[in-house]
């Protein structure tokens, strides 16, 4: 696309279009330093709505009045500026109403930036962890339509854009909300293009420990039905309400399946459900949502569906299997789960997850962790 990114390959451009799947047009062009440094209030904390592995993002107004998120890398190092490349590369071929496409991006000698359209309802971790979570707005509707519209996201990404495309970084701060709570899946800078006829393929583990299936985390195995586990734990969450994974006293670390497992062997789905829905919900819906999210976590990724049978089971279309009684869920091996005093050096003590052993494994952040150091509200239309 840009100048810059020789990586991708491309000519450079200044502008482009994406016609988006509602019909609506997605047009992003190449920002100025000087006219995000504007939009941004020159990048003030006060701007800020959140920071991640990338670096910080930024609530911005540009001076034709649209309300935008700036993406600001915060290291220019090789690794970056592959994740830079490799998100605007990828944005450049999605277009999908739930997906967050591109607004632009900005490169200048020293700086690396992407805009994105603000979403004034943030993430989907911050309603069910952060900063909304107290106000309980996702009713069991707005929690099965987050749910339809990240797995449509996803097909698309796997069946229908060519080359197919894992996301590899499915989580609740990477489902962000739009007004009306429609999810957009976002972040691809850790995605993987899949070449026609290739299965899966071994790479370096990229992603975050509670989502990662168990032989991408141990083995570096990566195929779709590695986004297909991920979304399972994502589902988990939305129903549940707990996070991936949680730390009981005494350091020790368990893992949503965990926790879910026994109580969906037992049938007692209701146990399961996140109480601030006050039973408030569909029972046939939550029995069939369970038995997906079983269905998409399990061990063996040849067992799990694909996407495009995920957003037909979640809808009710395709021909319904019987609840789970027995599931063999995903698990890690103990070591990546080892209480934090025994954790290698190599990963920082703040990010609050295990080693991985002796495989080599970029270093991971708590979303949960770093979302409540971070208690600035955002910015509200
Ligand atoms: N387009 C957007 N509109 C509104 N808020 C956004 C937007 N993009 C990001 N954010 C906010 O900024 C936060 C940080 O996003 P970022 O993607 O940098 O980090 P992350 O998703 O928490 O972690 P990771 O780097 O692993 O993806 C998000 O959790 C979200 O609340
Ligand atoms: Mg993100």
Not at 101 to 130: A, E, F, K, W
Not at 203 to 231: H, I, N, Q
Not at 279 to 286: A, I, K, S
Request: proline letters at 5%.
């Amino acid at each position: 696309m840009g100048s810059s990114l020789s990586c991708c390959g491309k000519k450079p451009v200044d502008e482009g279009t994406n016609i988006i799947a509602g019909g609506s047009n997605h047009s992003w062009r190449i920002f100025t330093y000087k006219e995000l440094h504007t939009a941004t209030n020159g990048f003030s904390e006060d701007n800020k709505l959140g920071e991640g592995g990338f670096g910080s993002v930024y609530w911005g107004k540009t001076s034709d009045g649209l309300q935008i998120a700036v993406k600001k890398l915060k290291a220019m190092n090789s690794k970056a500026e592959m994740e830079f490349a490799v998100e605007v590369e990828v944005l450049g071929r999605v277009r999908h109403n739930n997906l967050l496409g591109l607004r632009g991006y900005c490169v200048g000698t020293d700086q690396r930036l992407i805009v994105y359209d603000y979403m004034p309802n943030l993430s989907l971790l911050s309603h069910l962890h952060g900063q909304f979570a107290s106000e309980v707005q996702l009713d069991w509707k707005k929690r099965m339509k987050i749910a339809i519209g990240s797995a449509e996201g996803l097909l698309y990404l796997h069946h229908e854009v060519t080359p197919h495309i894992i996301h590899r970084d499915i989580k609740a701060s990477n489902v962000l909300l739009d007004s009306d709570f429609e999810p957009l899946v976002a972040d691809f800078g850790f995605a993987k293009l899949i070449p026609e006829g290739v299965s899966h393929m071994t790479t370096r583990v990229k992603g975050t420990l509670g989502y990662l299936a168990p032989e991408y985390a141990m083995w570096g195995k990566v195929s779709e039905s590695c986004d297909v586990y991920s979304f399972g734990i994502l589902l988990l969450e939305i129903i549940t309400g707990r996070k991936p994974i949680e730390k009981l006293p005494g350091g020790v670390k368990r893992t949503i399946t965990e926790w879910v497992e026994p109580l969906i062997i037992q049938g007692k789905f209701k146990d399961i459900v996140d109480p601030k829905l006050r039973g408030n919900l569909d029972e046939r819906q939550l029995k069939q949502t369970i038995n997906v999210a079983a269905l998409c976590v399990q061990n063996e990724p040849d067992k799990r569906p694909t996407m495009k049978e995920v957003v037909s089971m979640l809808k009710g279309t395709y021909p319904r299997p019987k609840v789970n009684t027995r599931i063999e869920s995903g698990k890690y091996k103990d070591e990546i789960l080892a209480p934090d005093q025994e954790r290698d050096n190599g990963v920082p003590e703040e990010s609050g997850y295990g080693v991985f052993g002796a495989m080599e494994v970029p270093t991971m952040h708590d979303p949960f962790k770093r979302f409540a150091d971070n208690r600035r509200v955002a910015k509200q239309v």
